[in-house]
């Protein structure tokens, strides 16, 4: 029984972080520069540090993107 609850919470974890992967590879190639003018030009370190907090975060950071691509119009 145990064992089944957390095999389900480790396979959501699994997909929420896969998600966020997904994201965070779109997002560091064009959306951080929409959302924060500031890192445009940014090197490849910069992305490399940053890449572990945009696949946790990318919920937000989704949410912040369209947003900002909402005001540009």
Known sequence: MIETILNIVF???M???AMGFVFAMA???KGISIVDEGTKGSTNGFKIIILP???VFW???LNKWKRSLKDKK
Do not use: K
Request: hydrophobic share 80%; charged share 0%.
């Open 15 to 17: 997909i929420y972080l």
């Open 27 to 29: 997002f560091l190639m």
């Open 53 to 55: 907090g945009v696949i």
């Open 11 to 13: 396979m959501i974890l």
């Open 59 to 61: 919920p937000f950071l």
